[in-house]
């Protein structure tokens, strides 16, 4: 590498950039579109629950059925194309290959242990730690489960290849349903350590 090629910072130059644009633009359309599938996903339930509960009306969007249909189908093509945008640059840029791997179980349960006794420090947000990787991993592999039990619940017969995959529309449909949960899940424990760590979340926001 050439002298003018390197970087130069000098001490009073900003901080590395944590979470480059591309991350930021398509981490908060995910969540937005993420709101939207799960608030009319939960309506669409309610229609024709699978387990003995339904959502209380106050938490679903759509307000009945079919404007609970349209505001997933529209809101699906949302989550897709900013998911695959996402995806794929993941995966060229090789932020996932740096950021998410390797996990190994000993680093997760170390890491476990210090986050229930307090000790887990938070001082590099460019590092994330064991139980990130896990948690930022697995929500990108459900993500990519929503999406294509969804797809084969929503063309079951030109995508039979797909629902036969998953064990038919039936077992699509439960796949779908847990894939929710677990995203859910994840929502409620990462929103909660996005608050307990602001600087985090100003990361996600300014990149920096
Ligand atoms: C490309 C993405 C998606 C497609 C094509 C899709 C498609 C569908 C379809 C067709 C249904 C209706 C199933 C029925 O008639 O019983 C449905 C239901 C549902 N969806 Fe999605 N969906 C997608 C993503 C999501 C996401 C991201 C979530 C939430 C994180 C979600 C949550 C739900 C829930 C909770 C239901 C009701 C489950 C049931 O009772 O069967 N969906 N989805
Ligand atoms: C209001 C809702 C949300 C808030 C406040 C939030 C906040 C944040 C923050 C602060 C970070 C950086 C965290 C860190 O340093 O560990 C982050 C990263 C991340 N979030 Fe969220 N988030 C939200 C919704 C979501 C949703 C719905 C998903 C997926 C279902 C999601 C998936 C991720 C992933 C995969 C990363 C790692 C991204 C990367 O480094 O490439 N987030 N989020």
């Known amino acids: 590498m050439t002298a003018q090629a ?7 130059a900003p901080a590395e950039v944590i979470h480059p644009l591309w991350v930021r633009i398509t981490h908060w359309i995910n969540a937005l579109a993420m709101a939207v599938m799960i608030g009319s996903g939960w309506e669409i ?6 387990f003995p509960f339904a959502f209380p009306r106050s938490i679903t969007l759509g307000g009945w059925l079919a404007g609970a249909l349209l505001w997933h189908f529209a809101a699906m093509w949302v989550l897709a194309v900013n998911g695959l945008v996402y995806v794929v640059l993941g ?3 090789g932020r996932f290959r ?5 996990i190994r179980p000993r680093d997760v349960a170390a ?11 938070h001082d590099d947000l460019a590092v994330y730690n064991a139980v990130q990787r896990l948690l930022y991993l697995g929500v990108i592999v459900a993500a990519v489960v929503i999406v294509l039990s969804g797809l084969s619940i929503w063309k079951p017969i030109q995508l039979q290849e797909l629902t036969a995959l998953f064990g038919g529309y039936d077992a699509a449909r439960y796949v779908h349903f847990f894939a929710m949960a677990a995203i859910a899940g994840f929502i409620v424990i990462h929103v909660v350590m996005a608050f307990v760590v602001p600087k985090s979340l100003r990361a996600m926001i300014t990149g920096r």
């Open 6 to 12: 390197t970087p130069i910072s000098a001490p009073s």
């Open 98 to 102: 740096r950021k998410l791997l390797p």
């Open 45 to 50: 339930y309610n229609a024709s629950p699978l």
């Open 91 to 93: 995966i060229a840029t």
């Open 111 to 121: 890491d476990v242990k210090a986050a229930l006794t307090g000790r887990l420090a």
